[in-house]
């Protein structure tokens, strides 16, 4: 939401108002949470404006006049309870049991009860009253082999992987797979309430919605070659109502960027309900798989094996991914998840990216990692999840969706921990950087403890391993879910020195007096960041590293000159162009209750109509197997860091021109900032696998409302068919409906 929150030492009258306002709203966000008033009803209320936005009234609205004179009341401020920044340790993340799976597609053995199946299990229970009684099946993956997992029996799984999306609770089971001594100290074994700092109120259950309820945040682990089943359980309140105001108890996982079919996907229509759980399956194999490399005779297209060696996959070694994450998608819901929680992380291993740093077999990078397993080692290979938040007066996580432009917290956390510190050895770490927050832009620097600024390499985007590392003494701006990996080298500090991760990115407009949600005002310079130039609470010193001791063994990890150079596209010729347009003001033409939405936001496709989103309609369908060229356009002051699922891009042009794409764009992409007014082309190819896919912002709040289209590949035989049917999920079954629409430019 575009907000400025009240100073600190605002009058307690001038507070007390805030507060008013913010619960006032907070019964209109319950109401629509629940569903039992619309947007409709609100504008006939007078409660909103035909545009979306909340109506100006006061008591209501925090722009709206005080009364105790003519500025605008403001936010409440976050409460801090008196907890100073570095007071804590960050925790690594809390990785996920890999468990085996063996047997034949007839005959799975592993933990899960029960079996995966290659068509959704639709065996019956009974459905809570509070959901319609009845009974429903135990998987709400939508049945049939329209849904049924692609090429199962060909990459059947091998390892499972199972999480409860739950309310908040206490983590008595901390796996983060290192010492304690790389983890600032932290004792695993101790329990975990969830709660953002020691000196803050534990949160309510129904406030914080995480994988298993707890925190830290959650790490899968996977390598190519090795299938693998997610097993996501919705544990949610069964009672709508019960969800503290903002969030649905309906989900849906998307694996953010996930080559593999659209089954597994997260498509935002395919969500599923308290009590039902859904198989996702992730072959993880290289693009190209069926036309490249395609009998693994490459050694660069390899995965580890766990005795140091290698094992050929087929594929292309070039399109090798290294960070991912996964989160919620469910239709007009997905910031509200995402917010309470529904974020975690995915790295994914191979013979170029193995996770051992001492392994110098031709292949490995021997990027910053750890040695005591062949792969997958995270002693000095971490994961930093960012995200803003913001709080009531009692200290408990609060979300207000009523400015569509975007929602900015005031509220830095690091792996869900305020300003936290981290201690290191003096020697190479690796950063995994994900923006998880809901509408915020980051700008990344290091800054020594004088406040002069440091260098980082950047070794990867979104991620893809880049061509070539980049020396950097500030990153790009990340949009809201890019991850940038980066190695920062602390053997040039003296033991006891601090070092501190800062953002230089401004989301103040001094012109509104507001904190602006539709994009960055400006990138600040450290000096400015760290000397209070803006009154952005988010901007400034955010993460602590404290130089303890130097590494028990020589730092043997590099950061090679050339990392993952880009596929060769010359060969392959350009199906077709295509321009999507990210705009304000969007239409609906569609009427379908549960796949339309109307929103200020919405996409126009090749000159057409700028359409709010309804997951029924279909935008646009590549042919499978083709490569095309995609322009995305952005309009007026905003920018849109916009989102393509199923494969990555290269970047041909920013705003027509090859010469404006910068050293660290110029890599394989899933995610694509506009800029104000900006435009970015890029060319994708569409194989190996087909379905129903998405396109939208990653501003979260724009994509709910409604800047979100479907797009699929659908002709690549057998059981696609053209259009596809749109899945109609309740929780007594899944139905399908034929298309609500297919644009004449789609196909």
């Known amino acids: 939401m575009s907000r400025i929150y009240l100073p600190k030492n605002a009058s307690k009258a001038r507070l007390r108002e805030a507060e008013e306002a ?3 709203r907070a019964e209109i966000v319950r109401e629509l949470s629940w569903g039992r008033v619309s947007r409709r009803d609100l ?3 007078g409660l909103f404006t035909t545009a979306g936005a909340l109506a100006h009234l006061g008591g209501l609205n925090p722009f709206a006049k005080s009364i105790y004179g003519q500025m605008p009341a403001g936010m409440p401020p976050s409460p801090l309870f008196g907890v100073q920044p570095f007071t804590q340790p960050m925790p690594r993340f809390d990785v996920l049991a890999r468990n085996p799976v063996t047997g034949t597609a007839d005959n799975l053995v592993s933990c899960l009860g029960p079996a995966p199946t290659a068509e959704a299990n639709q065996t019956m229970k009974p459905v809570d009253p509070a959901l319609g009684g009845g009974f429903g099946p135990i998987e709400g993956r939508p049945p049939g082999p329209i849904w049924a997992h692609q090429r199962f029996n060909q990459f059947l799984p091998q390892i499972a992987v199972e999480a409860w999306q739950s309310p908040a609770t206490t983590n008595r089971v901390y796996n983060p797979q290192v010492a304690s001594s790389l983890n600032s100290g932290i004792d695993p074994s101790q329990g975990i309430p969830l709660r953002f700092h020691p000196g ?30 997610f097993r996501h359980h919705n544990n949610l309140p069964v009672d709508v109502r019960q969800n503290a105001g903002f969030g649905r108890h309906t989900i849906s996982t998307h694996e953010h960027n996930g080559h593999h079919g659209a089954e597994n996907d997260g498509f935002t229509g395919a969500f599923f309900f308290p009590g039902q759980f859904y198989d996702y399956h992730w072959p993880v194999v290289l693009a190209g798989h069926f036309s490249v490399n395609t009998a693994a005779t490459d050694r660069m297209a390899s995965t580890p094996d766990e005795s140091g060696g290698l094992i050929n996959v087929p594929g292309d070694w070039h399109e090798t991914m290294s960070t991912h994450w996964f989160h919620d998608h469910m239709f007009s819901f997905t910031s509200q998840n995402v917010y309470k929680g529904n974020a975690a992380m995915f790295n994914i291993y191979s013979g170029l990216d193995r996770g051992n740093e001492t392994i110098n077999d031709g292949v490995n990078l021997q990027l910053p990692s750890g040695s005591a397993k062949s792969w997958g080692n995270l002693d000095y290979d971490v994961n930093l999840l960012l995200a803003d938040k913001a709080f009531d007066q009692d200290g408990q996580l609060f979300f207000d969706i009523f400015d569509f432009d975007g929602f900015i917290g005031d509220v830095n956390t690091v792996n869900l921990a305020y300003n936290p510190y981290f201690e290191v050895e003096r020697r190479k770490y690796r950063f995994r950087i994900l923006n998880a927050s809901v509408s915020r832009f980051y700008k990344v620097a290091l800054a020594n403890a004088s406040g002069t600024p440091q260098p980082i390499t950047q070794i990867a985007n979104d991620g893809n391993l880049l061509p070539h590392p980049v020396v950097l003494f500030e990153l790009d701006e990340q949009g809201i879910a890019e991850r940038y990996d980066i190695v920062i080298d602390f053997s040039t500090y003296a033991i006891g020195e601090k ?57 043997v990890s590099r950061v090679a000159d050339t990392l993952i150079p880009n ?7 350009v199906a077709r162009e295509r321009v999507f347009e990210f705009k304000r003001d969007a239409a609906q033409t569609t009427s379908d209750p549960i796949t339309s939405f109307m929103g200020p936001w919405g996409i126009s496709t090749d000159g057409g109509t700028t359409l709010a989103a309804d997951f029924g309609r279909v935008s646009a369908a590549p042919r499978f197997g083709t490569r095309e060229i995609w322009t995305l356009k952005g309009g007026g002051g905003w920018d849109h860091p916009i989102h393509i699922h199923f494969e990555e891009g290269q970047v041909l042009a920013r705003n027509g021109s090859a010469a404006n794409v910068p050293a660290w764009e110029r890599g394989r ?27 939208h912002c990653h501003n979260t709040v724009h994509e709910d409302n409604a800047m979100l289209l479907r797009w699929e590949i659908d002709d690549s035989g057998a059981p696609f068919l ?8 309740t929780p007594q079954g899944v139905t399908f409906e034929p298309p609500t629409d297919v644009l004449p430019t789609a196909l």
């Open 722 to 729: 053209r259009p596809l049917p749109t899945p109609i999920p």
């Open 22 to 24: 913010r619960r006032n």
């Open 669 to 695: 992409k899933d995610v694509y900032r506009l800029h104000p007014a900006g435009s970015i082309t890029i060319t994708m190819q569409f194989r190996d696998w087909g379905g129903m896919f998405m396109e």
């Open 567 to 573: 596929p060769d596209l010359s060969a392959i010729p």
């Open 499 to 555: 070092l501190h991760l800062v953002n230089l990115c401004d989301h103040f407009d001094p012109a509104s007096a507001k904190l602006d949600g539709k994009k960055p005002f400006q990138d600040l310079t450290m000096a400015q960041a760290l000397g209070g130039a803006t009154p952005d609470p988010c901007v400034g010193r955010m993460l602590e590293f404290r130089v303890v001791r130097n590494p028990a063994r020589p730092d």
């Open 43 to 45: 504008i006939k209320m």
């Open 200 to 229: 803050m109120p534990i949160q309510n259950p129904n406030n914080v919605w995480t994988f298993n309820g707890t925190i830290p945040p959650k790490l899968v682990m996977g390598k190519y070659g090795q299938p693998l089943i």
